[in-house]
T-cell receptor, first 113, second 113 residues
Framework: AQSVSQHNHHVILSEAASLELGCNYS??????LFWYVQYPGQHLQLLLK??????LVKGIKGFEAEFIKSKFSFNLRKPSVQWSDTAEYFC???????????FGKGTKLSVKP | KAGVTQTPRYLIKTRGQQVTLSCSPI?????VSWYQQTPGQGLQFLFE???????NKGNFPGRFSGRQFSNSRSEMNVSTLELGDSALYLC????????????FGPGTRLLVL
């Protein structure tokens, strides 16, 4: 069965610090990978996605993620976080014939001004 | 284009009652999926509907059911509510049943007393 692990439950950073959130998945076949963000009181929004091609994908608001197939990883990065990045971040995968998403438990990011 | 809409946004029920939640997908989207979000279990897939047919189902008891109408709107029903059913129920839509980007609605927050 597919599963997704997000290593950090809660990350606290100061503004301008760099961010890397870990995501590992377990699935042996071709996968599509996603990062979603949930700002306080708002609905889940797509940050970025990887289907195929360049393993370094760029998303909205300066976020990027790198797909490393050999490590089954899809880590999210941002060089300099802002207070407005405070939110919960979810990594998700679907693969095989499944159209549904399997989500990680999420990482809460708190950015101190 | 309007996003995914869900009604009602908030609901309070008592144990043993039943509840029906509604989801209207983005115009033109024919696939609707439902997810349950709780602090302990995170985001878990309930079921997916496409062209009025259930395509895929998660690991939830039979008390959880759904349906989709010819206009792609979907409803989810939970019968004999339990305290543990308190959660945020999210609906997501996409164009087809394939592995595409899903767009989420704001959710219905259900509290079971």
């Amino acid at each position: 069965a597919q599963s997704v692990s997000q290593h950090n439950h809660h990350v606290i950073l100061s503004e301008a610090a760099s961010l890397e959130l870990g995501c590992n998945y377990s699935y042996g076949g071709t996968v599509n990978l996603f990062w979603y963000v949930q700002y306080p009181g708002q609905h889940l929004q797509l940050l970025l996605k990887y289907f195929s091609g360049d393993p370094l994908v760029k998303g909205i608001k300066g976020f990027e993620a790198e797909f490393i197939k050999s490590k089954f990883s899809f880590n999210l990065r941002k060089p300099s976080v802002q207070w407005s990045d405070t939110a919960e971040y979810f990594c998700a995968v679907n693969g095989g014939s499944q159209g549904n998403l399997i989500f990680g438990k999420g990482t809460k990011l708190s950015v101190k001004p | 284009k309007a996003g995914v809409t869900q009604t009602p946004r908030y609901l309070i029920k008592t144990r043993g009652q039943q509840v029906t939640l509604s989801c209207s997908p983005i115009s033109g989207h024919r696939s609707v999926s439902w997810y349950q979000q709780t602090p302990g279990q995170g985001l878990q897939f309930l079921f997916e509907y496409f062209s009025e047919t259930q395509r895929n189902k998660g690991n939830f008891p039979g008390r959880f059911s759904g349906r989709q109408f010819s206009n792609s709107r979907s409803e989810m029903n939970v019968s004999t509510l339990e305290l543990g059913d308190s959660a945020l129920y999210l609906c997501a839509s996409k164009l087809t049943s394939l592995q595409e980007t899903q767009y989420f609605g704001p959710g219905t927050r259900l509290l079971v007393l």
